[in-house]
């Protein structure tokens, strides 16, 4: 197994410069921009594009995912960006819990625009929206909800860039496009959280890393999860380095978890591939209980 792994600075292909742009000029006419981010990370997947992209902008940060996180890791992390005047939402997009929410941040937005501009002696009445956020944080997901929900498609605007639907949300129009940002990635273990909540397809590492990324922090965070799901009794947490200073430690679990879930080759030695992969889709997919993978105190402030 090869232990050693390189961060892939180039994360994105050349057409997220094109990508960039693209944003740059559709922002331009944008009065809102909702930014998308995982709950479970917050910090990580919000991308540091959007900060140049739309400096002025208010903004609603949408925390996707909620299903899938911590609840008490989301509460605090609401209170964190309230702190540094950020609305947080936390929302399923899924399901469309948190909605009512957002429609209600929204709207006190929109309201301080309006007035905004009325003082200046601009009768506005509809703000324009963009949802925007990383790769597979829930975007579509999450503009699919709200076409759904109470607010009907506005259809082809004549004199607007290309022939961009709306949806109407009270009193702003979104763009049914949602824009993609790059992920920040300001370290390997930056990384390593993107591929393991699926931000990133897993394959930019090792299955082996990710998956021993996060037997390691749930070791430390939520081992009665390893043991309710594998029968894996944590004796020592393990706080990741790198792959191969914990493997030692790390390798007997995925014995443990192979054993315990059958995961096996013939002649009965385990198929450490389909272990990585599984623990990998048993987090993701929420079998693993609630997890979060970024906490407000081991996080510098943004
Ligand atoms: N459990 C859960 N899954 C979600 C949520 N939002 C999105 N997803 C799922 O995440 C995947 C990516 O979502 P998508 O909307 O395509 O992301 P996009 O790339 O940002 O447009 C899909 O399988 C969604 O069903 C959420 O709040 N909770
Ligand atoms: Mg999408």
């Known amino acids: 197994m090869e232990g050693d792994s390189r961060l892939p600075i180039q994360w994105f292909p050349g057409h997220m410069a094109k990508a960039k742009r693209l944003m740059a000029e559709e922002l331009r006419g944008i009065d809102v921009v909702v930014e998308l981010a995982d709950a479970r990370l917050p910090v990580s997947s919000r991308s540091p594009v959007l900060d140049e992209l739309a400096q002025n902008k208010p903004r609603i940060l949408v925390l996707t995912r909620v299903d899938l996180a911590d609840r008490t890791c989301t509460e605090r992390w609401v209170q ?96 049914d496009t949602p824009g ?82 059958g995961a096996l080759l013939a002649g009965g030695v385990i198929d450490e591939e389909r272990v990585a992969r599984m623990v990998i889709h048993d987090l993701q997919d929420g079998r693993l209980g609630p997890v979060s993978l970024e906490w407000p105190e081991d996080e510098s402030p943004s």
Not at 129 to 140: A, E, L, R, T, Y
Not at 155 to 173: A, K
Not at 192 to 209: D, R, T
Not at 220 to 241: C, F, I, N, S
């Open 80 to 175: 964190v960006f309230r702190d540094e005047g950020v609305t947080a939402i936390p929302v399923n997009a899924k399901s469309g819990q948190g909605l009512r929410a957002f429609r209600r941040a929204l709207d006190e937005v929109v309201e301080a625009k309006l007035n905004r501009a009325r003082a200046r002696g601009i009768e506005k009445v509809i703000t324009r929206g963009m949802v925007c956020g990383i790769p597979n944080v829930g975007k579509s997901t999450f503009v699919n909800q709200l076409a759904g929900r109470a607010v009907a498609k506005t259809g082809d605007r004549p004199g607007v860039t290309r022939s961009l639907q709306w949806i109407r949300v009270d009193r702003t129009e979104l763009l």
């Open 180 to 261: 993609v940002l790059a992920p920040k990635l300001a370290n390997e273990e930056q990384g390593l959280k993107l591929a393991a909540s699926g931000a990133v397809k897993e394959e930019i590492f090792e299955v082996y890393e990710v998956c021993a990324f996060v037997l390691a922090y749930m070791s430390q965070r939520y081992p009665d999860a390893l043991a309710d799901r594998y029968g894996l009794r944590v004796e020592e947490p393990v706080a990741w380095t790198t792959l191969q200073d914990v493997w030692p430690a790390v390798q007997p679990w995925f014995e443990r978890i192979g054993r315990s879930r």
